[in-house]
């Protein structure tokens, strides 16, 4: 990967971390289609079989993969220590992210071919009896990506596909040639190194004798932290602090994940530190999300990561109160119409917990409510003001 302005640190993951690693690679994840009357057939996929069929596939295309990584939330969970004795927040996740390193693909054109092929390798986990001949790359694209992201700059060269639907967990995988900022926090920089792991795995299906991870035989992984010093991100990621540089660098300045943090019980490293951020984590936000519909896009997604609507709710008070006190970038009437957003995304959180309350079994729609096929309604809360707090 190629990286501007990044070290990397390096260790190697103990048995225990090896075995957390086994667990989320081949837990099943519910890759669902629309609610909307879809016919698709909800399909049952461990990140594991999916990586190795992604892999294989583009092997057949001729793309050259350097390594293949985990990193995000899933990857902090395998490398946090273990302290039921201590009131600290549990390191948990919500997306299986899996970085491709494709050091050689250029075009957006590649990365179309790469989008293609992930779709492609979906059909394998199809039901016997299903034919599939007919199943388009854009068929497949409606019924189960969550969410595509392609960026081809000088700086930045990836792409993301975004599978899931059907469970609290989705599988995210990424396919980077270049990255100018692979993390936002030191406690997410962690990556992964995989192959190890999967050469293992390519080992057990053509052995005669299955090979199990075990104390005295497991496969040796590399976690390396791309803050540059890893002893110093395991320490913030073990006591849950939240440390960061050059948030302006970050894509939306790191500002909801901030406040996501916030809300659940992570301190700051270094307050009087962080508090000298936060503008910038807030004019880099505003850059990046002018619309009010896709500030509330991605409020809104913050806010459904939470299991609890009291958890939520708290995140967008954070999100609020941040806003108001150091959204200096905006004038006050910009400033305004934002937690106007931030308290329909209130509103509409509410509004899911009830009709889930009443409805237990039929899913909630938010995107049917407020897409951006359609222009979200400002209902001016004028009299809502936030009170400041020093």
Known sequence: MELSHCQSDERTLTYEQVVKLNAILNRPVELQPPTNGSNFPSLSVTPASLVEEVR????EKKVVIKSIRMNGSAASHCLC???????LPPISYNDVDIIFLVPDVYQQEDFNLIKDTVMKSLLKFFPKGINTEKLSTTILEEAYARKMVKIVTPENRWSLVSLGGGSDVSIELKFVAAMKRPFQFTMDSFQIALD??????RCQKVSDDSVRIEPHFFPSVQAVSMYGNYDEALEHLNDRLIHTTDPAKIHGGGLLKYCYLLARG???ANRDYMAQLEPYMCSRFFIDFQSREQQFSKVLDYAQRYSQPDQSQTFLDTLMDLVFRKARCLMESERQKT?????QVKMAIYYQQQFTDVFPHYGFQMSSLYSHHYPLPYNGYSSLRIPCSS
């Not at 294989?56 to 092997?59: F, K, T």
């Not at 220590?81 to 009131?87: A, Q």
């Open 56 to 59: 294989q596939r583009l092997d």
């Open 81 to 87: 220590e273990e302290r039921e004795s201590e009131n």
């Open 196 to 201: 190890s792991y999967f050469s293992l795995e």
């Open 266 to 268: 992570f301190k700051p």
């Open 339 to 343: 937690i106007d957003v931030i308290c």
